[in-house]
Nanobody, 124 residues
């Protein structure tokens, strides 16, 4: 079956960095756009960023542009989210998701598979 497993979350001070990973199995990884979303308590799940199948093109939410970087390694079936200059408002559960095709999208409803999420907490 399809599995997306996130790791790398934790507690970090404001200004710090974290790198999240998402290991994918059960699908041909290179056939999917990979996205990252996050959900804070009491809020809707929101788009963070996405990367095309080859890794050559990315898209980011304005709130993270210039601080977060998405990359992927198709030989390891893994997508990464490097988060720098973290702020308390980045605190959320972070989810990776897979979308068939090669069109970047910030619409969570277009993503086919989801991980279970990893908690990121940024203290002030």
């Amino acid at each position: 079956q399809v599995q997306l497993v996130e790791s790398g979350g934790g507690l970090v001070q404001a200004g710090g960095s974290l790198r999240l990973s998402c290991a994918v199995s059960g699908v041909i990884f290179s056939n999917y756009v990979m996205g990252w979303f996050r959900q804070a308590p009491g809020k809707e799940r929101e788009f963070v960023g996405a990367v095309r199948r080859s890794g050559g093109s990315t898209s980011y939410a304005d709130s993270v542009k210039g601080r977060f970087t998405i990359s992927r390694d198709n030989t390891k079936n893994t997508v990464y989210l490097q988060m720098n200059s973290l702020k308390p408002e980045d605190t959320a559960v972070y989810y990776c998701a897979a979308k068939a095709g090669n069109t970047l999208s910030n619409n969570r409803r277009l993503y086919d598979y989801w991980g279970q999420g990893t908690q990121v907490t940024v203290s002030s």
